[in-house]
Structures are given as C-alpha cells and as structure tokens.
C-alpha cells in the first residue's frame, strides 16, 4: 500500500530546491543556536559569583562579531530563492509565508537593537576587567532572557516552516 503524498516543501524530485531548502534551515539551525547559545552562556556568566572566570566563558565572550549568530540574516535570503523555485507552489502571500517572515523580523531587530549590543557591553566589561556586580548582572539577565525567548520563536518558526498552516 503507497502512503499518500506528505505535502511538504522537502518533497520535491528538484536538487536545487533541496539543496536551498538545506541552507535555509542550515542557517535558522546556525543563526538561532548562535543566538540561544548566547543566551546560555550569559545566564551561566551571570551565576559565576566572585573568585575566578572559568576559561570557556572569557574565550565566549571574548571581543568579536558573534558571525555564527549572523547567520541568521541567511534565512530569509533562502528562503525567497525557495519560494522563487517552487514553481509556485509557495508564495509570499501564503499566511505561513508572511508569519514566518514576521518572526524573524522580530528576532532579527532583537537581536540587532537588543542582544548583540548587551553582549558587546559583556565582552566589553571582561575584557577590561570590569566585573561591577551591577550593571554585568543585568546585561547578563538580558542576553539570557532574550536568548531564551528567540529560541522559543524558533521553535514557533519551525512549527510554521512544517505545519504550513493557512
């Protein structure tokens, strides 16, 4: 007995599309494990009380681009050459389409306006020597809360990318 077709964007006998569907969720998968690894890290250098550094977390938060995180502006650019490859089966206008592309607006200026600069105040603050309890704290709290939130958007963009809602 033959299943029926699943009705996936996956399910195509086109290499090129298979192989832009593979950079699409390569770079959300790279991208947005940047961004919750981040935020990980952050709450971790946030429960480091007083005596020394631990190795791993001053070479995370050493200065530097977080490129890895950057990635992320790989989604999208896939992610129309999909939509311009599918032979018009997918498009812009599909409401799964659109709330995808909301979600990672909003993840994109979150981590633009918000994380990446928290965590360049963090890098700044260690390199320095600058441990104030304060103001590190805080800056930690928020990269690991915001870490925390775009992973759950992820999860939620995934749950769209595959539903296909709509």
Known sequence: MQLPPAGLAASTSNAGFDLLLIGHVACAIVGFGALVASGVQAARLGRVGGGGLPANLR?????????????????PVFGFLLLADS?????????????????????ALA????????????????????????ALSRECRL???LGGALGI???????????RPG
Not at 112 to 133: D, F, K
């Open 111 to 134: 981590a633009e306006l918000v994380l990446w600069p928290a965590e360049r105040r963090i890098q700044s603050a260690l390199a320095t020597g600058a441990r104030a309890a304060g």
């Open 153 to 163: 958007v992820f999860v939620a963009a995934t749950v769209l990318m595959v539903a």
């Open 59 to 75: 070479r995370y938060f050493a200065p530097g681009t977080n490129w890895a995180g950057r990635v992320l502006y790989g989604v």
């Open 87 to 107: 032979g018009g089966r997918l498009a812009l206008g599909d409401p799964w389409v659109l709330a995808g592309l909301v979600l990672w607006g909003i993840s």
């Open 143 to 145: 990269v690991g809360g």
